[in-house]
């Protein structure tokens, strides 16, 4: 097979503002300055191919701009971006190197290298008393809410707001799961796992769980990164496709805490972004699916049925998030896979867990199940596809709502597949991930200019924005069609 290797640059910019981890008792109530990234992945090989495993000989350009300063990934769209996704296809792995084109790379090591591999995940609260707090994180994250630039001023008395709205209702969802997000104890699991599977491999190395938005803290892990001395490092998100919202988010705050650190910005990284692609992954999934059919009296007949977390159309359409391009290729694949194994059965995709009174991906889940029923399905079996861990919206979400929606419906025999969580195939082939990327970690600036935005900065102008903003901001808050939009979503 064709080598490939892998290069790109993930340069940032410091922009004026800050984002604060506000929860009461969080340590790192600190205030960590933004900063955009523009990422690009290229890769070089000299044979093109169609096989998963073997890349093509085109280059990929993975960029990802701006998510602070214009609000949107819009100078991607319909150029780099689309072009890029679609030739991620063919790649075994998206992996993002921090800095390789603007600094030098890393020097040999004189010193023994230490391995570490950082496993992003989103977090969930591990008590009724987290969830308010846990959901305030949440929509303070600037991915997560996404404000224009003038209203940035609003992102954390509203999250206060949203968070508090909501809590009601997400308490009682994780009281129905057990009083708290599974999250945590699976994602350790699946660390433990990937060290052994490394171990077996002959590649020592510690692992480290990063959550976005509950314990253990991104911040925690770095810090533990360091304490460590790891000499070389591979960030592997727990999210098969990438999202703004969520790999991108979390290779936001990595990226802030690098470019400030001496230490960090001279480790050699290697970020994979996405890797729905890799053969592993897709024969896991179908060898699920597969077992699962089997428990249908007439596998045959069954509905497969994706069912994606899903994300507000505007990051799609007007911030460039390649998730959505990234799931059809991915449940493509799979369903490619299971027709080699001579499953021909019907599939459907929708989206799932809206929150807010904006427009989300479309199909949505409950209306298609109810169309479905109405159709006349009466087998089908659910596919959780945006997450490799049981969480709440598996487990509440699918096992609940949504089983009771479909069998209302008209729907007779219901199954689900369960999360990949340690599934042995699945965690050997993230850690092939893992060491397919070492070659091109390198590391990121140790040089932090100022930048444009921070030279633009004038004190005058923002407080003009601040002002005005107030005002359109209150009036829109009052709206009685906003305040009922929020009511009818949030609670
Ligand atoms: C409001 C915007 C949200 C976006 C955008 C979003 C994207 C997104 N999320 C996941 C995965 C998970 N989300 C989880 C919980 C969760 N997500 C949101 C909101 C958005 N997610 C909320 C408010 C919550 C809390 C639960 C609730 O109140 O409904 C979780 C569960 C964690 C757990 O506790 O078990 C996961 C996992 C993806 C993959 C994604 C975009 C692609
Ligand atoms: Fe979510």
New binding site residues.
């Given amino acids: 097979m064709e080598a490939a290797s892998f290069s790109g640059v993930l340069s940032n910019t410091k922009l004026s503002g800050s984002n604060h981890l506000l929860n009461s008792d969080c340590k790192f109530s600190r205030s960590i300055p933004r900063s955009r990234y523009i990422a690009c992945v290229s890769r070089h090989s000299s044979e093109g191919s169609n096989d998963v495993d073997k890349p093509s000989s085109k280059a990929l350009v993975l960029s990802i701009s701006d998510l602070n300063n214009t609000n949107n990934y819009s100078i991607l769209k319909g150029s780099n971006l689309r072009k890029n996704v679609n030739l991620q296809t063919n790649c075994a792995v998206g992996v993002c190197t921090f800095g390789e084109n603007v600094f030098e790379s890393s020097r040999a090591h004189a010193t023994e290298e230490k391995l570490g591999v950082l496993l992003l995940n989103?977090?969930?609260?591990e008590t009724l008393n987290d969830v308010q707090p846990?959901?305030y994180n949440?929509?303070a994250d600037p991915d997560?809410?996404r404000l224009p630039r003038l209203f940035k001023f609003l992102q954390r008395p509203l999250a206060t707001l949203i968070s508090v709205l909501?809590a009601p209702?997400?308490k009682e969802?994780?009281a129905s799961i057990g009083g708290g997000?599974?999250?945590r104890k699976i994602t350790d699991e699946q660390a433990d796992a990937i060290r052994m599977a490394l171990e077996a491999k002959n590649v020592h190395a510690n692992v480290y769980v990063g959550m976005r938005y509950w314990y253990p803290f991104t911040e925690e892990a770095i810090e533990q990164i360091k304490r460590d001395r790891i000499t070389k490092l591979v960030v592997l998100p727990l999210?098969p496709?990438f999202?703004i919202?969520?790999t991108g988010s979390s290779i936001r705050v990595i990226q802030n805490i690098f470019r400030g650190d001496a230490y960090l910005s001279r480790l050699p990284v290697s970020v994979i972004l996405s890797w729905y692609q890799r053969q592993g992954y897709i024969r896991s999934m179908a060898d699920l699916i597969e077992k699962e059919l089997g428990t249908f009296a007439k596998p045959e007949e069954v509905m497969i049925f994706f069912s994606?977390?899903?994300?507000?159309v505007s990051?799609v359409e007007d911030a460039g998030d390649p998730?959505k391009d990234q799931m059809e290729e991915c449940i493509h694949l799979i369903m490619q896979e299971l027709k080699a194994r001579g499953i021909g059965n019907d599939h459907t995709l929708a989206y799932q867990?809206r929150?807010?009174p904006v427009q989300w991906l479309k199909p949505y889940t409950d209306e298609v199940l109810v169309e479905l029923g109405q159709k006349g399905v009466k087998s089908l079996l659910a596919v959780p596809i945006?997450?490799v861990?049981e969480?709440?919206?598996t487990l509440e979400?699918i096992d609940m709502e949504y089983k009771e929606l479909a069998l209302e419906s008209g729907i007779e025999n219901w199954g689900r597949v369960p999360a990949l969580n340690c599934t042995s195939s699945f965690i050997t082939d993230l850690a092939d991930a893992v060491v397919e990327a070492l070659p091109s970690a390198k590391a990121l600036s140790s040089t932090s200019g100022d930048t444009a935005e921070e030279s633009e900065y004038d004190p005058f102008r923002y407080l003009v924005k601040l002002f005005f903003g107030s005002i359109l901001a209150f009036v829109l808050l009052l709206t009685p069609k906003v305040l009922l939009a929020f009511r009818n979503h949030l609670v």
């Fill in positions: 989103l977090g969930g609260p846990f959901l949440l929509f997560i809410i909501r209702k997400s969802g994780y997000s599974p999250l999210y496709q999202s919202s969520t994606a977390h899903g994300v507000p990051y998730y867990s929150v807010g945006s997450f861990s969480h709440i919206e979400e």
